[in-house]
């Protein structure tokens, strides 16, 4: 089931004056033994799927990493990977998929499937999202896009 966790997070900058506090309430579901998992106040289990930065692989995880059959990702011998495409097209009723391993590089073959490679292409986006706060201007050094707020 899922557990809900309402965690406090400050941020400030250089001046104490701008000093903000925002709550956020996050609903996480725990993936069995593919997540990394803690305990709250009320001894509930949470499932931290944030950043793989956040996350320490479980004994379950490496012995599964281990297991796992290998192959060469860029040559398409990779089984892992071809099973996970196919069931990503199967599931979007697609020919095909592609999996690439991070968000950013999702969001860049997004903005590239959208805008091609046309320097005058303009994407329109939120000041707080992802993209403009920390994806580093790639869409403009990549694609050749703008951005606007």
Do not use: W
Not at 6 to 16: A, D, E, G, K, L
Not at 30 to 56: A, Y
């Amino acid at each position: 089931h899922d557990v809900l966790s309402s965690r406090q997070i400050t941020t400030s900058s250089s001046f104490p004056s701008t000093e903000r506090t925002r709550t956020t309430t996050t609903s996480i579901e725990p993936l069995s033994s593919f997540s990394s998992s803690s305990k709250n106040n009320n001894n509930s289990k949470i499932t931290d799927l944030r950043s793989d930065t956040l996350t320490s692989p479980t004994p379950s995880m490496l012995q599964t990493a281990l297991r796992a059959p290998t192959g060469d990702d860029v040559l398409s011998e990779d089984p892992t990977v071809l099973s996970l495409e196919a069931y990503a097209a199967s599931l979007f009723d697609k020919p095909s998929a592609l999996f690439v391993p991070t968000g950013t590089m999702g969001n860049l073959c997004a903005i590239l499937s959208h805008c091609h490679y046309n320097k005058s292409s303009e994407m329109i986006m939120g000041k707080h999202s992802h993209i403009n706060l920390y994806e580093g201007g790639g869409y403009a050094n990549l694609a050749g896009v703008s951005g606007k707020l």
